[in-house]
């Protein structure tokens, strides 16, 4: 077993093998650019591009003309929340979406509120998801996008996108989901969930960093965004810019790897996980799972340590590599956001680790991790007085602390 061990896949993940060796033509012999229509170089690229874009759009079950190419989620989202909200301005100027949601849509849909948009932010329960019901009752005339992710990269929660979708079509406003954390490694069909685009990136999947996709359905309804970059007209006027080849065909063969063992993929990182997590219960008390018990992404286990500050702990188990809080928001101290909208106080906020496992977890990384992490909660409690006088039997809720 070699350390550091990787236990931060909701993050990021490393380049599958394979996909390497498929995308390495493309940086050599095979330079093309995909736009040059005049020579057999700029004719391969293409021929790679499509053969990628297939690849794509056959995980959710759209059309390869449907797959607009981007340089990652994040702009997926952004052309997605904004480029709709500009193209249907005269319709309304009204979105739905969640607090739970990345950065990368909350930012987006915050940005619009400020440019004369009206957005709702629907509650979440205490697992962190939303009730489709809310959704409906929140549609109105003025409705003209949806933005609501499939699973969430903190907290693993699943959203019932599904019956999202349905409620969508039949009140006629375009649904958007941010499936970064699901696509190409659980089931997706953009028809049976009613879904008009779809946003994912190449490093969630053992493909590259740097390269996305967005679905953008074309019929029932064709679905019009405004481009956010302005440029040679790539990618149906959507998205200009010359493609990232190289990228694009590693994204590609990571999506395609991921839809051919998705089955047996799921089942083995559902175990790993659930080893992880009957491990580290089975060992310490006053210990809570932060997300959906059962409607999660099987990779991710978000725990709060009570009586021990998140920060600390993982600097007590340095040579495994998980994340406190969120990974973007890590370099600040405050609790994060998703964990504050499940109602968390700040004591569980503080205290929380996401772990994540993936294709080259092992079993024996996760018993190493589960020794390793008890074995620093139990050191911290030691020496932590609040956590003696748990132990004495004290109900910190009813004691009277000294003003200061
Ligand atoms: C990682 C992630 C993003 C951002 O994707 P990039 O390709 O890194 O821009 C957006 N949403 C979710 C849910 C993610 O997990």
């Known amino acids: 077993m070699k350390l550091p061990i990787y236990m931060d896949y909701n993050a990021t993940t490393p380049v599958d093998p394979k996909v390497l060796e498929a995308m390495l033509p493309y940086f050599k012999e095979e330079f093309g650019n995909a736009a040059s229509r005049s020579h057999s170089f700029g004719w391969r690229a293409e021929e790679a591009v499509e053969h990628a874009r297939a690849q794509v759009a056959a995980a959710i079950g759209a059309s390869p003309k449907e797959i607009i190419w981007t340089s990652g989620a994040t702009e997926s989202n952004n052309i997605a929340i904004k480029g709709v909200a500009a193209m249907y301005a005269d319709k309304g100027r009204h979105i739905i979406t969640q607090p739970t949601e990345h950065k990368a849509v909350i930012d987006p849909c915050k940005y619009l509120e400020q440019h004369g948009y009206q957005v709702t932010f629907l509650p979440v329960d205490k697992y962190g998801m939303v ?13 003209v996008l949806v933005s609501i992710m499939h699973g969430n990269n903190e907290i693993g929660t699943l959203q019932p996108i599904g019956e999202i979708g349905r409620i969508c079509k039949a009140q006629g406003v375009l649904f958007h989901t941010d499936a970064c954390q699901t696509f190409a490694k659980l089931p997706i069909n953009v028809e049976e969930m009613g879904i ?25 309804p064709r679905v019009r965004c405004e481009p956010v970059l302005h440029g040679g007209g790539h990618e149906r006027g959507i998205r200009s810019g010359t493609l990232n080849v190289p990228g694009i065909v590693g994204m590609g063969r990571a999506a395609e790897l991921c839809v051919r063992h998705q089955a047996e993929e799921l089942a083995r990182v559902t175990a790993l996980r659930d080893r992880l997590k009957d491990g580290i219960l089975g060992r310490l008390s006053h210990v809570y799972l932060n997300g959906h018990p059962t409607q999660r992404i099987p990779n991710n286990l978000n725990l709060s340590f009570l009586y021990v500050e998140g920060e600390s702990l993982m600097m007590g188990f340095n040579d495994i590599a998980v994340s406190s809080g969120s990974a973007c928001t890590s370099a600040s101290l405050e609790p994060s956001y998703v964990l504050k909208a499940l109602g968390l106080g700040d004591d569980l906020a503080h205290s929380s680790i996401r772990f994540s496992v993936g294709r080259f977890t092992t079993a024996e990384e996760v018993d190493y991790a ?17 956590y003696e006088m748990v132990q004495e039997g004290i109900d910190l809720s009813k004691v009277q602390w000294a003003a200061h």
């Not at 009730?131 to 409705?143: G, L, M």
């Open 196 to 220: 008009d685009l779809l946003s994912c990136s190449g490093h969630k999947i053992y493909g590259p960093k740097g390269v996305g996709a967005l679905y953008v359905r074309r019929k029932n």
């Open 131 to 143: 009730d489709p019901e809310d959704v409906r009752k929140a549609i109105t005339s003025e409705t």
């Open 370 to 386: 589960i020794e390793r992490v008890c074995t620093a909660v139990e050191r911290l409690r030691e020496l932590s007085p609040l």
